[in-house]
């Protein structure tokens, strides 16, 4: 007997594994597992997703006008050159499924995010893993892997899960070394906690050249991971080809109206940005006086570095112990390290408390 096959590389992709949400028989969790909000959901944004529950027998509009006049309006950016989706992956997916394929390859960073080598897998592109330099992309590195087959650079600005960010400058210097007919996509998801004077999330290169694409979320701080919306900004030949292909009602209506009160919100964004501010770095102090080394990160979350995959693995158990849910990243070939997002005040107290208790028993 025979039965439908996939292609065959299809099979060789592993598939996403989300951040684990509850742990069973423990009665309170604290979910630091996925680089959510601190805040949870904005109000003005409750308050529309419960505006439009009678009106979600329609279909949405499809352009997302509305909601890319908001964008265009909160970012001073051209609505026409913001295409929105369910969630910057779904973006990520008709990227690869329209510019690369069999025969086309997609460079990425070694321990970049595993959309980018899943979508350009499922797309039939041969997708090129760069090795970094202390788990910074290694941009050189990076130019020294394009051949005349590459037409897709995917670059996280910060990068999830190492928290790592590169200047301004590099990256568009970056840009102008790469040849003219590869897409760079800057992955700018975590764009809106930097604070640092050296960084654009990308709309300098996007206004500036016609092979730049930046994506963005409001799965982070503006707490709408359940709602799925993401957006890029783009040259305007990208937008045509992007709204050929997007799949037609691809961003729900109470998702829409959510994503419009959030941008909206007074505050939201700088209250959040403020409090990782001050916040993750005092995560980062906690765990480092626990004698745990902790990379530099400039996202809502930090990496703690445990040396050996069995310390990871033995502080991610004795956390769950105590309810504390952190993302092990062995799938991104960082098997002794554990992602920790930055969580509320009482929350980063809790974690830095069950760091310090676990190093100083595995001391004896």
Not at 50 to 75: I, K, M
Not at 99 to 113: A, L, N
Not at 281 to 291: H, N, Q, S, V
């Amino acid at each position: 007997m025979t039965t439908p096959s996939p292609r065959p590389e299809i099979l060789t992709i592993h598939p996403y594994v989300a951040g684990v949400s509850e742990i069973p028989g423990v009665n309170r969790t604290v979910k630091l597992s996925s680089n959510e909000g601190a805040f949870g959901v904005p109000p003005s944004a409750r308050a529309a997703i419960a505006a439009v529950v009678s009106d979600v027998f329609r279909y949405p509009d499809g352009g997302a006008g509305a909601l890319r006049t908001a964008l265009g309006t909160r970012w001073g950016l051209d609505p026409a050159r913001i295409v929105c989706g369910a969630g910057s992956d779904d973006l990520i997916y008709q990227l690869c499924l329209s510019y690369g394929g069999p025969g086309r390859d997609v460079i990425m960073s070694e321990h970049g995010f595993s959309i980018y080598d899943i979508a350009g897998t499922y797309a039939g592109s041969r997708v090129i893993k760069v090795p970094e330099r202390n788990l910074t992309a290694d941009l050189d590195a990076m130019l020294a892997a394009v051949s005349a087959s590459t037409r897709l650079v995917f670059l996280a600005n910060p990068n999830n899960p190492t928290g790592s960010m590169l200047p301004a400058e590099d990256v568009a210097r970056f840009r102008a070394a790469l040849p003219p007919d590869v897409l760079l996509v800057l992955d700018a998801a975590y764009a809106e906690y930097v604070t640092r004077s050296d960084y654009d999330a990308g709309v300098k290169l996007v206004d500036a050249t016609d092979n730049t694409v930046m994506t963005r979320t409001f799965s982070k701080i503006f707490g709408l991971g359940g709602m799925r919306v993401g957006w890029c900004y783009a040259p305007p030949a990208v937008v045509d080809v992007l709204d050929r292909v997007r799949s037609p009602f691809n961003v729900s209506v109470p998702a829409q109206a959510a994503a419009i009160a959030a941008l909206a919100e007074p505050g939201w964004v700088e209250a959040g940005r403020e409090h990782n501010a001050v916040q993750r770095p005092r995560l980062a102090a906690g765990l480092e006086a626990a004698g745990i080394k902790v990379w530099p990160s400039e996202g809502n979350f930090v990496l703690a570095d445990l040396e050996t995959t069995e310390a990871a693995n033995a502080a991610d158990a004795f956390l769950r112990s105590r309810g504390i849910i952190v993302r092990k990243v062995g799938g991104y070939g960082l098997p002794q390290c554990l992602r920790v997002t930055v969580g509320t005040t009482e929350e980063v107290d809790l974690v830095i408390e069950a760091f310090t208790d676990f190093m100083r028993q595995s001391r004896g």
